[in-house]
């Protein structure tokens, strides 16, 4: 049976999703519980979307084949009682055979937070702290030229060997949390590696001035890493949810 | 020069605000840090709130008297930079001689912050996760009987050598944050050890359906601990701010 799980993460104390040789990971934890709860035999587990070192999830996607017959209930109890307490299932359900969580994902949606008041202690962890000033009016504007169909090369992180750096942004948008903080949206199809935070990067960089939105639409269009900025730090990302 | 400085901090990782040996404590790190911009001479440190182990502040108020000559815009920064970045100093003003930070506060806010809704593991350590229902209509005009001047003595944990339990409550209430959380407002002028837990504790009591508004006053007036049910858990505490 094929079981469609969401699982939210504080990915503060992991070297991100993906199985790495002896490091911590999200993907470890997960087959771990998973293997507990399936007579001790070990599940490959697909995923909807690899986020790196110290990025959060508030709805990753990822599917499993147990030989075992379970409720989606039971699977949700049994799996959070052998997760550890930052890692955690929101939702179970049973799923088709050819549905597969990447392939059959319509859109995934990250959030980038960023914090431009006074330095929160309890925040440290879950939003990027910037303590000068941003015109966010200006970024406001400049994040739609990210929507639509683009060449992303110029924000991807290690795309020496990425044939396709073609992607579908359906959504981009800046909106005001609280009094000081601000949320980056993008939807799309996909994202490519470091990709939302490169773009955030540059975004800031516009907000400081030192760039405009046409020198930003050129760097896009460049296809150039080279130009593309650097990269926002992992903290204020957020994986919120696949839509299926 | 005497010093007042406003300090937010996540208690996760200290055994509460006071000095104790061989324990990593809010005050520890203070006095190093003041310790290191005065001249390396250590310094008392007066707290107007002494948090448990695992309690957050917003808004703690410390005093303190230097010896070198520093402007507050500096002395925060110096501060702020030999301090851990789970303690911040997010305000420094010069006060009066004879300004002390606990006898000159006008009143204190306390926050407890409950989660109804699914555990969200980014939260883990900031909010109370609580899995049943709770009559909060109830609570709401429940919380209203520790308004006024009472012996809090039946919701004070470690009371025998406590002379005197009195303490005036100006506000109690109960507001709804978000979707599914909830929060504990109390000022007053005082507050006595895990009182606010304990008031907190029978409040979820009182919403589980499990003793009345009519059964909590006779709680309050019995001066006896016995009776005060559970102490709620420390994360979800905040000491929001003191008024002078």
Known sequence: M???LTVAYDGSNYCGYQTQPNKDTIQKQLEEAVQKVNNNILKPIQAAGRTDKKVHALGQAVHID???????YKLKRALNSNLPNDIHIT????????????YSAKSKRYVYLINLGEYNPIERNYVFQYNYKLDIKSMKKAIKVFKGTHDFRAFVTENKDKANCVRTITKASIRKIGKTKYEFIFEGTGFLRYQVRNMVGILIKLGEGKITKE?????????DRTKGGVTAPAEGLYLVNVVY
């Open 215 to 223: 020198d930003l639409k050129k760097i896009l269009e460049s296809k």
């Open 66 to 72: 147990l030989d075992i017959n379970i409720t989606p």
């Open 2 to 4: 094929r079981y469609l």
């Open 91 to 102: 939702n179970t359900k049973i799923v088709d055979d050819n549905f597969h969580v990447r």
